[in-house]
């Protein structure tokens, strides 16, 4: 089975302009994850969804948001970039998600670099 | 609010020598905790989780629920163990959906 893709994996963007993310998951999973990895934050959560309904939120500015399509794979986009926007942005998907039993895959991330 | 702590950044040893990488949380539901592992050039992936009580490459984690503590150990690190470690909590949203809360992660280097 392939794993969970996300492109581009590199991004280099400018402050004030937006940028979307596309993640696709392993095929059969319908909840997809995302996360912001930061050198000094660690890995955040920002969002999950499944079955194209965002299922849950965590604590970040209404600039990022995200869907999902029918297919399950998501975009995440975050509009009016910041320098603190920096990061690796990480996808997981998982068969069902939402549990703890419900093992989540990791993809190999977006590296965003805001100038 | 739910939190999750590895106090150790770094944590170096030797080729056999015993290892055991901190995480203390804090949570007012009730606890499941798990290590993911990322090895270098490599994805973040599930090591372990407490309910399944496993050993996973010579790697075992109690759930201390009065020391709110589930600490990674190995009796004799490998140098293929270097990786960063980290520990996860399982967090029940408002949604009543479940999401995971990490910790800072600790970078483990095994020496020859």
């Known amino acids: 089975k392939a794993g969970v893709t996300q492109t581009p994996r590199y991004l280099i963007k400018t402050r004030g302009q937006q940028v979307t993310l596309s993640c696709s998951p392993i095929s059969g999973h319908r909840s997809v994850s995302w996360y912001q990895q930061t050198p000094g934050q660690g890995l955040q959560f920002l969002f999950e969804y499944f079955s194209e309904t965002q299922r849950n939120k965590g604590n970040f500015p209404g600039r990022f948001s995200g869907r999902q399509f029918s297919n399950s794979r998501s975009e995440m986009n975050v509009s009016t970039l910041e320098l603190g926007d920096s990061a690796l942005y990480l996808c997981?998907?998982?068969?069902?998600?939402?549990?703890?039993?419900?093992?989540?895959?990791f993809g190999p991330g977006t590296r965003l670099t805001v100038l | 609010a739910q939190r999750v702590t590895q106090p150790e950044k770094l944590l170096s040893v030797f080729k056999g020598a015993p290892v055991e990488l901190k995480c203390n949380y804090s949570y007012s539901g009730s606890p499941e905790l798990f290590w993911y592992v990322q090895y270098s050039r490599q994805r973040l992936q599930l090591l372990l989780r407490?309910?399944s009580r496993e050993s996973i490459k010579g790697f075992t984690a109690d759930l201390n629920k009065g020391e709110t503590s589930f600490h990674l150990k190995k009796p004799f690190a490998q140098e293929e163990d270097s990786a960063m470690y980290y520990c996860a909590l399982s967090v029940t949203m408002n949604s009543g959906y479940s999401t995971l809360t990490f910790g800072k992660g600790t970078m483990l280097l095994v020496s020859p």
């Open positions: 997981a998907s998982s068969f069902t998600g939402g549990v703890s039993t419900d093992t989540q895959y």
């Open positions: 407490h309910i």
